[in-house]
């Protein structure tokens, strides 16, 4: 799947994220990153290459990351996903997958957690604790599209579904919007 998503990728029809230029993004580099993901209903680590385009424009560099690939987790979406439905459906306790997929415990609580807090953001609290679990992971499983989905989450929490933090380096746009404000009009 990867492959097939950076074999349409064209960089040269890219929006660089920072300064909003259309047309200025060219390759600038590629580096290696193992990723966790399912093959046959279990856990492999693989190795994919990442893309980072340039933008002439501002000077920014951008890894480009499919949906599937959460940035800065070593766990791929569908790995994630995979768990939380087994879990929420009662197909597995939590013991069994967590010896299954080789995760401890406080991970699997992280990551549920984590699910719980971006189910949240994305329905709000009312429509949150009106849904379950299991039919909002079915609802994310089945959309036509998932990139639709996962463009406007990001758009509303400057977050990728299921990224548990931003780059360090990186004030998200809330904060920094903040900031920007004069106190006293």
Same mark, same amino acid.
């Given at each position: 799947?990867?492959?097939s998503y950076m074999d349409s990728f064209r960089p040269e029809l890219e929006t660089c994220p920072v300064c909003g230029s259309k047309g200025n993004c060219h390759i600038h580099a590629y580096y290696s990153r193992k990723i966790v993901d =399912? $093959?046959?209903g279990k856990p492999v680590r693989t190795q994919v290459i990442i893309l980072r385009l340039l933008c002439e424009s501002c000077t920014h560099t951008h890894a480009i990351l499919p949906d599937i690939i959460i940035p800065y987790s070593t766990y791929s979406l569908f790995f994630l996903l995979r768990i939380m439905a087994e879990h929420f459906l009662g197909i597995s306790t939590v013991d069994q997958l #967590?010896? *299954? %997929?080789? $995760?401890? *415990?406080?991970? =699997?609580y992280k990551w549920k957690a984590l699910f719980h807090k971006h189910k949240? !953001?994305? @329905?709000? @609290?009312? !429509?949150s604790m009106e849904t379950s679990d299991a039919a909002f992971l079915k609802e994310l499983t089945m959309k036509t599209d998932?990139?639709? %989905? /996962?463009?406007? %989450? =990001?758009?509303k929490s400057h977050l990728s579904f299921l990224q548990s933090h931003l780059n360090p380096g990186i *004030?998200?746009?809330?904060? /920094?919007? #903040?900031?920007?404000k004069d106190p006293d009009p």
């Open positions: 799947m990867f492959g =399912f $093959i046959y #967590c010896e *299954r %997929f080789g $995760i401890t *415990r406080n991970q =699997f949240q !953001e994305w @329905l709000g @609290l009312l !429509e998932y990139s639709d %989905f /996962a463009s406007g %989450f =990001f758009r *004030r998200s746009a809330k904060t /920094a919007d #903040c900031h920007l």
